[in-house]
């Protein structure tokens, strides 16, 4: 299974970005499909997640910000993140897992996971 991290970079506060995660090689049809960011000096932190029947979950703090989503081959995970924040400077990852349900954000609960993309946000 490979997860490629697309689409991070440096934004000032209150702009915007979308993450992209391509994945292949996985060939269940249920998953957990999340993203998570990890800033320097701190634990890995789950985001968002999305099932295979399209059921979300979010991190409280970013609801209403952040917008997971995939395409209609689920073969591509998106982050849509809004009126960006320095603390939301990290290191974004995607991962994916075999399961059922709505998806945990646990970090080690997840078995594949890509090489991560950056996003930087200045005030």
């Known amino acids: 299974v490979q997860l490629v991290e697309s689409g991070g970079g440096s934004v000032q506060a209150g702009g915007s970005l979308k993450l992209s995660c391509s994945v292949s090689?996985?060939?269940?049809?249920?998953?957990?499909m999340s993203w998570f960011r990890q800033a320097p000096g701190k634990e890995r932190e789950g985001v968002a997640g999305?099932?295979?029947?399209?059921?979300?979950t979010y991190l409280d703090s970013v609801k209403g910000r952040f917008t997971i989503s995939q395409d209609n081959a689920k073969k591509n995970l998106y982050l849509q993140i809004n009126n960006l924040k320095p603390e939301d400077t990290a290191m974004y990852y995607c991962?994916?897992?075999?399961?059922?349900?709505?998806?945990?954000?646990?970090?080690?609960?997840?078995?594949?996971w890509g090489q991560g993309t950056q996003v930087t946000v200045s005030s």
């Open positions: 999305i099932n295979n029947d399209g059921r979300t």
């Open positions: 991962a994916i897992q075999r399961a059922q349900g709505l998806p945990h954000l646990r970090s080690s609960w997840y078995d594949y």
């Open positions: 090689g996985y060939i269940y049809s249920e998953y957990w």
